[in-house]
């Protein structure tokens, strides 16, 4: 049996690469399932959800294996497995380790059809298994179609993936706003509209200085509670900023789809309200101009499909677009590190080195 | 020429039936228009929303004539209108007064295809022209269908028009929240599930009592900006209550409709936030459970032919569901007075004694 | 091991009731499968498509068991079922006999949620197995809605649990063709527009008799390639009157939902095109006024739950509307003979007397 | 006041350029109306809906004006004209001529927010008036989305523009069909997979040449009525060819779009089912599969200006896609021609020389 590692958080700010059990074909109770197949992990991404729970802003206990973006290879499977093979290239929700159990895989799993094409395009494929269904279903639940002009907040990797998904949903033009140097011209680099939040309170003028209105039909908020706010007030936390200034640069009867997370309860929060789960919303703004609000996560097996099919035939270049950057399982924490800092790429995690040998 | 007479708003509960100009076949400005036409009205309802103005919570000036629900008879058109005659019976969004001039009167005049058959139902028409198209909105907007189980906040005429629409729009089980004995008699009279808010300030434990589990698949808040607590709590104003306690009762993927009205500012609040157009939301709460969140006012020309057709074939007894009541004119301010104090009616203005002439 | 018996298709017109082998925990290969579960047969109904085979229309197999509409008790499962338990009542896609395997329950069957409230509602809730999602599925597809005037044809079961389906789904008023008399007085009875084919070849006609206008918004065909003329052609076999006649009645930018079968080569046709599954269709009717076909069996797992739903709050009567006949499975082929005849019942298999006893 | 010229049918193949009246500001029983404005055209397109007249395959009268994509300047209008000025430039569904009235013309034109920079890009925004928005239907009905598979059926302009549709909404790869040289390598050279239908009669064989599989999920047929067989059947005309063809390689569950034209009699063909609207389709199959058909004319005012969106932001160069060719008015009669002969040409006619000055 081989051994295995993962990416441990062991409190705020502490992330550490540790050995830990290798998987068994077993559900959490200990029961033998048949319906269940083992992979080795050839990618898994560090996300924003992650980086929240290391920043010590929600409530993984330390111990935690953290990640769950995976992309693998069946090693094992069940005697119930009937649509896949040891051998097959697949993504999946899952974690940061070397090895990882999957239960009802003929369901869960999304096979590639062809191995070699897909290690081909392994830096694209592995955001299938969360971060490009994510921004996407933040553009769709937005509301964005052909000629539809769009503003995402927030140029990370979500909102890259969101912004890249409003491309090829028909956006006539895709803006995307953040307040960091390095992340405005990386947008700017792969063809969006920066908008930097630090010029302007006034996001609406921002915003009329590329399209000539200050109002986009559809908006996406790839930020989430831990907003600062803009302008002069970007130093500051305010959780509810990215809410209320869609609110008023979405059109009448537009869209906001909101992948960025919100909390019940926020206890790191230096806002009283918010530490009890309360944001101070200009609801009534929204409601004046008959926005639709979309939130919680996504769907990942409603959309996965379809973009694996626009990936292969080369109409998604999403690891461009997030500026993907491949590392080995060990630099991970540093990743971590990186990313806290706001570093404008999306860290790919190569536990067995198969990525690189792959380029 | 005619004499013509409207329902004027003074000031915060001051309201009165006044001489008014007759209208002319001119637009604000006073050009001409040919695309125009006169009606006689003959039923206009007391609207909520009308009933916000008078209360002095919105900016409403004073001089104002009140009241846009209207159904009416052509009795003068342009030259330009070609789908209309004299004579026709007609629903429209307009206001509360003897006659009353419609622009473009092709496209936002709403035919009854037999004056008889009409006037003899007019009291279900009559609500055709605002309340059951919001109501048929918010429970549309909140994804009722067939098998569903709602809630609908606030037993007013809108939360009864919202559980009227949802019950032909195939609800399995309909309850209806209010803190008015009154209103939840009456609701249950008719055929809803009443739930005494007063009774606890936990609405899933209510909920539950009547359908064995405290969640439901679809809400619809048909209470807005002057929301008062549950439980203890329900003689004071909570601006957001309604909201938050629907993202505690709508299941995980469930929809909230929200045609009840929240402004942009409210100066006549005692919460200073409020005053601001701000509500202290537990949005994290809603984001948690991946709610999607309705606003604004309803399209009403995209549901009042569809709703006219269920009328006229005896599928949606909507005057008995809000308990229409008939009042002349001059008795309109009587009718804000007693609508303001939690009557369980929707009053209808008959200028022209027209409708009791036809019962 | 208990023994079992199935109603076995032993050649056109020929249906016999046989010992056959108890299920195993194994699939059709003889794999052992720990995703399945055993179900003792409950119910289980007479279906439309089953009476295609029966009259040797279709390529069923001689030595088939009939069947595939069942409600039942789980009585073994594998281990890997993990949200159901033995002694739940489920429904499902099944067949005729006494005992039953299903593979992956846990994704195929729904249970029950309360089994005495269950067993006093079977009638009804037996519909779910196929049926109702059936006609629900063609009401659905057809665009019907709240206001909506419809026409279904066919008054067999499909028929009217589609005009049911209507119904509950908001129509104004629901037509109901057929050439039957018994099965004409049946629809009248539970509430429906009856239109008898045979007294015109004119549909517009006699839609308009009803609803003063020839044209309706949506319309069902619920009868398929074994459709025969209309007015004094009703003796003769016409494979796609029912298709063409459903373009004259419906209106511009209408929707037709279409459950009847129709099949790709239908060997048994005495038209030399419908043999090799050609009609000739007035597709230039159906264009000039935008319609919309939708086309194929149900996709039953989409709806049940919501059907179910509504038949437990007593929504939906469809035992009744489809005047559910309960019957032995020893009655089973009498069953086939007189629904070949135009019997107007559904009926219901009860191989272990269940449902008579619960009565 | 201006003289008037027409491109007017004189019988099969014969079309010619003539004087005609100059409009008026009335409807066509000469009564005045004041909701109208004329039009200066600036382009007006040759269609395929034009062609089928021209060929006599239709009802028109001799003596008809032809055309109905119109690209235009306000040059007087109505008193109650309110959202439109002199020297506006607007898409409307027209007519070939120098001058045209359209009436309701707040309703019915789409005005460029900068006319200068509408001209600049006049031969793209010329196919908003029909063609790109039909072909756009086509695609959307078909239910075309990001990473889908779609086959277009004919390289004219409607199906070149479907295709164009199908990419700007994502499409994985878009495959078209036809028996035409010419019309085969411009949709090569604008980046469509070409498949010569004369190569095979089996549609999916040269289908999974490209794709490795016979089937796609979306399907557009931009032929209609008048279309041919496939592979050596391809000199004969066959009118349900090309349905047939698409339920063939269309997967289950799939969508058809169908922009081409069927017509409810076709006097001209040489079939006698044809003559009498009837099709010859293997509606079994497409049942088999679950498919659903979409038929009818465009709703133009519904997608025109999110496609207007899309051209103005460079995301749609739709005229380099048809092949846009400019001529004057005088030379329609020859375009009708060469396009009957398999032109790949878009013909855009410029009466007034406005587009060759602009370019």
């Given at each position: 049996?081989?051994?295995?590692?993962?990416?441990?958080?062991?409190?705020?700010?502490?992330v550490?690469?540790?050995?830990?059990?290798?998987?068994?074909?077993?559900?959490?109770?200990?029961?033998?399932?048949?319906?269940?197949?083992i992979?080795?992990?050839?990618?898994t991404?560090?996300?924003?959800?992650?980086?929240?729970?290391?920043?010590g802003?929600?409530?993984?206990?330390?111990?935690?294996?953290?990640?769950?973006?995976?992309?693998?290879?069946?090693?094992?499977?069940?005697?119930?497995?009937?649509?896949?093979?040891?051998?097959?290239?697949?993504?999946?929700?899952?974690?940061?380790?070397?090895?990882?159990?999957?239960?009802?895989?003929?369901?869960?799993?999304?096979?590639?059809?062809?191995?070699?094409?897909?290690?081909?395009?392994?830096?694209?494929l592995?955001?299938?298994?969360?971060?490009?269904?994510?921004?996407?279903?933040?553009?769709?639940?937005?509301?964005v179609?052909?000629?539809?002009?769009?503003?995402?907040?927030?140029?990370?990797?979500?909102?890259?993936?969101?912004?890249?998904?409003?491309?090829?949903?028909?956006?006539?033009?895709?803006?995307?706003?953040?307040?960091?140097?390095?992340?405005?011209?990386?947008?700017?680099?792969?063809g969006?509209?920066?908008?930097?939040?630090?010029?302007?309170?006034?996001?609406?003028?921002?915003?009329?200085?590329?399209?000539?209105?200050?109002?986009?039909?559809?908006s996406?908020?790839?930020?989430?509670?831990?907003?600062?706010?803009?302008g002069?007030?970007?130093?500051?936390?305010?959780?509810?900023?990215?809410?209320?200034?869609?609110?008023?640069?979405?059109?009448?009867?537009?869209?906001?789809?909101?992948?960025?997370?919100?909390?019940?309860?926020?206890?790191?929060?230096?806002?009283?309200?918010?530490?009890?789960?309360?944001?101070?919303?200009?609801?009534?703004?929204?409601?004046?101009?008959?926005?639709?609000?979309?939130?919680?996560?996504?769907?990942?097996?409603?959309?996965?499909?379809?973009?694996?099919?626009?990936?292969?035939?080369?109409?998604?270049?999403?690891?461009?677009?997030?500026?993907?950057?491949?590392?080995?399982?060990?630099?991970?924490?540093?990743?971590?590190?990186?990313?806290?800092?706001?570093?404008?790429?999306?860290?790919?995690?190569?536990?067995?080195?198969?990525?690189?040998?792959?380029?």
């Open positions: 049996m081989a051994s295995n590692r993962g990416v441990v958080y062991l409190g705020p700010g502490k550490e690469v540790q050995s830990i059990d290798y998987p068994k074909m077993q559900n959490p109770k200990g029961k033998a399932i048949e319906h269940g197949a992979l080795k992990i050839v990618s991404n560090i996300c924003g959800s992650d980086q929240h729970m290391v920043r802003r929600t409530t993984a206990p330390s111990g935690l294996v953290l990640g769950h973006e995976i992309t693998g290879e069946v090693i094992e499977k069940g005697k119930d497995v009937e649509y896949l093979n040891v051998g097959d290239l697949v993504s999946v929700v899952g974690g940061q380790a070397d090895y990882v159990l999957v239960p009802y895989a003929d369901f869960n799993l999304l096979k590639f059809p062809d191995k070699d094409q897909a290690m081909a395009k392994i830096r694209d592995t955001m299938l298994s969360d971060i490009l269904p994510t921004g996407f279903h933040g553009a769709v639940s937005a509301g179609g052909v000629g539809s002009t769009v503003y995402v907040a927030g140029a990370g990797p979500v909102g890259l993936a969101a912004a890249a998904s409003a491309r090829i949903l028909g956006a006539a033009v895709v803006m995307i706003g953040d307040l960091n140097d390095e992340r405005l011209k990386h947008a700017k680099a792969v969006f509209e920066p908008i930097d939040l630090r010029k302007s309170d006034n996001l609406g003028d921002l915003i009329e200085q590329v399209i000539k209105t200050p109002e986009v039909d559809a996406v908020d790839a930020v989430g509670f831990e907003a600062r706010g803009h002069n007030e970007h130093v500051n936390e305010a959780p509810a900023t990215v809410l209320n200034s869609l609110m008023t640069v979405t059109r009448a009867g537009g869209g906001i789809g909101i992948p960025g997370l919100y909390v019940t309860a926020d206890p790191g929060s230096k806002d009283e309200a918010a530490q009890q789960g309360n944001l101070r919303m200009r609801f009534g703004l929204g409601w004046a101009k008959s926005h639709r609000f979309y939130t919680g996560q996504t769907p990942v097996l409603k959309y996965n499909r379809q973009l694996m099919q626009a990936i292969l035939h080369d109409r998604l270049p999403i690891a461009k677009v997030v500026n993907a950057t491949v590392v080995s399982l060990e630099e991970a924490p540093q990743g971590y590190q990186d990313f806290d800092k706001g570093a404008a790429k999306k860290y790919v995690l190569d536990p067995h080195g198969m990525i690189r040998k792959a380029a």
